[in-house]
């Protein structure tokens, strides 16, 4: 498992979240985003963009967190897109739109990983 390694699925998305914010790889989180995405983190304010995105997750990294997979609901898809979701073992849900990429492969474009239980 790489930062190059590519989401065929989109709940690859949450699984590679995991692997690569334990590895402290903030490139790898970077790049399950697209380009122009939002995430909601940490909540009350938002991130647009890879440049605000990649600031998040270096603060969020930088006190080297150990984060746990939750269970991880089914995707439900339309098309080239798909609404992914996770309920974290303290109760928090996660949830994320994910677009297929023409390539075929999957990316977020909209994150909100902490909703309350």
């Not at 938002?46 to 939750?70: C, D, M, N, S, W």
Request: hydrophobic fraction near 40%.
């Amino acid at each position: 498992m790489t930062s190059k390694t590519v989401a065929t699925e989109p709940n690859d998305l949450g699984r590679f979240f995991i692997e690569r914010g334990n590895a402290g790889d903030v490139d790898g989180l970077v790049a399950l985003y697209e380009p122009d995405a939002v995430l909601a983190f940490p909540p009350g304010n938002l991130a647009t963009g890879h440049a605000e995105i990649r600031k998040v997750y270096e603060q969020f990294l930088a006190a080297a967190p150990v984060l746990t997979p939750g269970r991880q609901h089914a995707a439900l898809v339309n098309g080239d897109q798909a609404l992914t979701a996770c309920t974290l073992d303290n109760g928090e849900i996660t949830v994320e739109i994910a677009r297929r990429q023409p390539d075929g492969t999957w990316l977020w474009t909209v994150d909100q990983p902490v909703l309350l239980p």
